[in-house]
């Protein structure tokens, strides 16, 4: 493994630890990690969350998270490195709850993190997410529980 690439999974664990900590620390410290510039966008249709489907400045993104979900036991468990492309892959898992209905699901979800070089270090340029927005959308709307206790009505 080169300087850069060890650099790289570095700065992407140090990330992911920070994301991981319960109780969330401040936005302030999450943005840490991140240029001034960076957007997120977490893959999935638009009408289905407030978050899914857009580019968003980061602070906005983390601030529609917080505002609608909680999470517990946020694990990331592989990394993979593209140095030449200064990307970074990660796969965690967690149990999220949609805070105005209570409703909660376990999920793996991926992150690509694209890395720009600053006087600091690595930053993350921009962040995309892909994760389970059908289990979030029916959180949001009230209907997992059913959903996964078999009940069909629960779609409908």
Same mark, same amino acid.
């Given at each position: 493994?080169?300087?850069s690439s060890s650099? $790289?999974?570095?700065?992407?664990?140090?990330?992911?630890?920070?994301?991981?900590?319960?109780?969330?620390?401040?936005?302030?410290?999450?943005?840490?990690?991140f240029t001034t510039?960076?957007?997120?966008?977490?893959?999935?249709?638009?009408?289905?969350?407030?978050?899914?489907?857009?580019?968003?400045?980061?602070?906005?993104?983390?601030? $529609?998270?917080?505002?609608?979900?909680?999470?517990?036991?946020?694990?990331?468990?592989?990394?993979?490195?593209?140095?030449?492309? #200064?990307? @970074?892959? @990660?796969?965690?898992?967690? =149990?999220?709850?949609?805070?105005?209905?209570?409703? #909660?699901?376990?999920?793996?979800?991926?992150?690509?993190?694209?890395? @720009?070089?600053?006087?600091?270090?690595?930053?993350?340029?921009?962040?995309? @997410?892909?994760?389970?927005s059908g289990a #979030?959308?029916?959180? =949001?709307?009230?209907?997992?529980?059913?959903?996964?206790?078999?009940?069909?009505?629960?779609?409908?």
């Amino acid at each position: 493994m080169s300087s850069s690439s060890s650099s $790289l999974l570095t700065a992407a664990k140090s990330l992911c630890k920070t994301l991981s900590q319960s109780p969330p620390p401040p936005l302030s410290t999450i943005l840490q990690h991140f240029t001034t510039t960076s957007t997120a966008h977490e893959h999935g249709l638009p009408q289905l969350t407030p978050f899914l489907g857009r580019e968003l400045p980061i602070a906005e993104y983390f601030t $529609l998270l917080a505002d609608n979900l909680s999470f517990r036991n946020m694990k990331f468990e592989e990394f993979i490195v593209d140095e030449a492309n #200064a990307k @970074v892959f @990660v796969r965690g898992t967690g =149990r999220f709850i949609w805070t105005n209905t209570g409703e #909660a699901w376990d999920e793996c979800f991926v992150y690509l993190l694209d890395y @720009v070089k600053e006087e600091e270090g690595w930053k993350v340029g921009r962040y995309q @997410v892909w994760a389970d927005s059908g289990a #979030a959308y029916l959180a =949001r709307i009230g209907r997992l529980k059913k959903v996964l206790n078999g009940d069909g009505e629960g779609l409908v």
